[in-house]
């Protein structure tokens, strides 16, 4: 007869990147056996955004903060059930197609991890002083958050 099931040991892995994003990495960042569900988030650059052709779109980000945020964040989805979030957000110029986020969470259960994920998307384009700037043929425009 087994114990009871060992307490998490959270593990959280969180990266601005310069260069392009690995998916894979998010998601091995996460991996954990104990845990059988991963969800993941990937945001790529749409070529077209509010009848806008989109050339391309920078991302500023004040990375201290970010970070700060980040394991805010992750804190308030283990409520939600996640034993191990990856956050990976790229930063400067990311070209359409590219990707410029992705998100991994783990848990045990797969409707905490698809909960945590969805949750964590939207929080990140609240909370995380990270700016977006849409470059289209005739000029420019910032976007914020949600």
Same mark, same amino acid.
């Given at each position: ?27 091995? /960042?996460? =991996? ?6 991963? #969800? ?5 650059? +749409?070529? &077209?955004?509010? %009848? ?23 804190? /308030?989805? =283990? ?6 979030? #990856? ?5 400067? +110029?990311? &070209?359409?197609? %590219? ?45 914020? %958050?949600?």
């Amino acid at each position: 007869m087994s114990g009871p099931p060992e307490p998490p040991r959270f593990r959280d892995d969180f990266r601005i990147v310069d260069g392009e994003i690995d998916p894979s990495a998010s998601f091995e /960042a996460v =991996r954990d056996p104990r845990c059988g569900a991963i #969800a993941t988030f990937l945001g790529t650059v +749409r070529g &077209e955004n509010a %009848g806008r052709k989109v050339l391309h779109l920078e991302y500023e980000v004040l990375e201290s903060m970010a970070m700060k945020q980040f394991a805010r964040l992750a804190a /308030a989805l =283990r409520e939600k059930g996640a034993w191990h979030v #990856a956050i990976h957000h790229r930063r400067g +110029r990311v &070209e359409v197609g %590219g990707v410029s986020l992705a998100i991994a969470v783990s848990s045990p259960r797969r409707a905490h991890a698809l909960d945590a994920c969805a949750a964590a998307i939207e929080r990140l384009k609240k909370d995380v002083p990270i700016w977006k700037k849409e470059v289209y043929p005739d000029g420019h425009l910032w976007r914020e %958050g949600s």
